[in-house]
């Protein structure tokens, strides 16, 4: 298959889920990312910090697909997002679990017709659903709020919602983007925790958020985006090294 | 799933495309029985000749005459007109009231023709078959093109497109309002984009909703022009059963009807899909 013959999916075999190579981004006639290089691999959690207005959203929408560089290259789970046209880009994205800041739902359905729509359009059996979403509720700390339309739910249990969602299609990428917005100190750990443990199954997570403490509860790399571009900040003993 | 929310906005919506299907089927309706009306006056008028006996003179010419039409081609039946029934024809065409008695010697006799192509020379064979038997006539018959000709068939053209100009503007309406629905489910377009069902899929998700409900709503709405041109049938004849309006009705008569389902759900689904495919590209790409 040309696919497999590809660099863009060798790089995807070696382990490297995300790569923006000098990717400049933005909105009509403003660049928010400018000259961004990333990378995320597989099994490994990048937290990306900054203060509000910093790029962080622009930043996951690159990733999400989204938003397309307006120059550079992304290229994400082995494809070079820019040579894919509108079809091969929305099943890209069933590869990625996206968790927004302030999350779209389906206000009057439940969260768990919310949560079947991913696993649906996932391609599983619909006898098989009932217990996925259980399995799901279950490791995001969802109880009987699962029946409640969503328009009833607290901010933490809509978050939950929304990150039981994103893992839903068993993704490779996880893009959480100011996932503890809303939330107390508490659960804002408890939902980072949450999304680093899916490091363990082999996905690359990227958490964005402005409160640079939630770091050490993401264990992994730490970037921070100063002036459109998120720099790699050196953890303490490397600095010592 | 609770969705008491949209309950009421796709009920109005529901009750939007039922009243613009009951529209169109009624105008159908209306235009076939136009499009009848006018095709039978058509051709009983196409099928009614008056010969004029010019020789022999007196009543034997006419009981002559009478006797050739019986055997000449196209007739079908042939009477001599009385003073009563010209008189009853002059009162019918507005004439002055003229009395039986006060009506002149007639030397005229009624023709009804049977079908035949548009070419044929029908005066010509009918003249000729009365100068066999030794009569001199005059066959007189409607004009094909002038007054009240041309009347049945611009009735009928005006029928037919009048009732499609009306369908098109009605699928229209009904494909206006059921855009109106993808504006309700943008919330889920937007999830849709977001988790990577492609633009087809999408659309179609909301299109497939449009459909069901265009085509629920066409059939209440033809069931409902079905029942009030029901009613106005046993209003206008009072006499008419059942079995009666079951004899008359043709399958054309019934294709108004037949179609509206299927056209208002062809036309919701339209509109839906043309509304969610907006909805998910703004969703899915942000610059």
Sequence with gaps: ?241 | MARRPFADADRALFWTLAIAAFAAAAVGLAARAVDRAAAHYESERRNYAIVRVIAPEGPDGIVLATAALVHAPHVAAATPMSAQRAAQLLRQWGGNPIEAADMPPLRLIELELEPSPPQTDVTGDITAALARDGVTGEVVRAPETAGAGAMAGRARAAALWGSGAFAIVMALIISLAARGLAQRRRELMHVLADMGATQRQAARRVADEAAVKGFSAGLVGAACAALIALGLIFLLAPNASFASVKQLVEPLDVLPLALTPFAAAVAAAMGARAGAESFYAQAARLA
């Design chain 1, 1 to 241: 298959m040309a696919r497999r013959t590809k660099p863009e999916y060798a790089l995807y075999e070696s382990g490297v889920l995300a790569q923006l190579s000098d990717v400049t981004a933005g909105y009509a006639g403003t660049d928010v990312l400018i000259g961004v290089d990333f990378e995320a691999r597989a099994g490994e959690v990048a937290f990306v910090s900054g203060p509000t207005a910093a790029g962080k959203t622009t930043f996951v929408h690159v990733l999400r697909l989204a938003l397309l560089p307006k120059a550079g290259q992304a290229i994400i789970l082995g494809e070079d997002v820019q040579k894919l046209n509108g079809a091969q880009r929305a099943r890209l994205k069933r590869r990625i679990g996206y968790i927004a800041e302030n999350p779209v739902f389906v206000e009057d359905w439940s969260g768990f017709d919310n949560i079947a729509v991913a696993l649906k359009l996932a391609g599983r059996k619909p006898r098989t659903i009932a217990d996925d979403i259980d399995e799901l509720a279950q490791f995001v700390g969802l109880t009987d709020e699962i029946t409640q339309p969503l328009r009833s739910l607290s901010n933490a249990a809509r978050r939950r919602v929304a990150i039981a969602r994103a893992l839903a299609g068993k993704p490779e990428l996880i893009l959480a983007d100011d996932p503890t917005s809303g939330l107390s100190p508490e659960a804002g750990r408890r939902v980072v925790r949450l999304l680093a443990e899916m490091r363990r199954v082999g996905a690359a997570v990227i958490i964005t958020s402005q409160d640079e403490g939630l770091a050490e509860h993401a264990p992994g790399s730490r970037w921070r985006m100063e002036r459109g571009r998120p720099v790699r900040v050196e953890e303490p003993e490397e600095a010592d090294a």
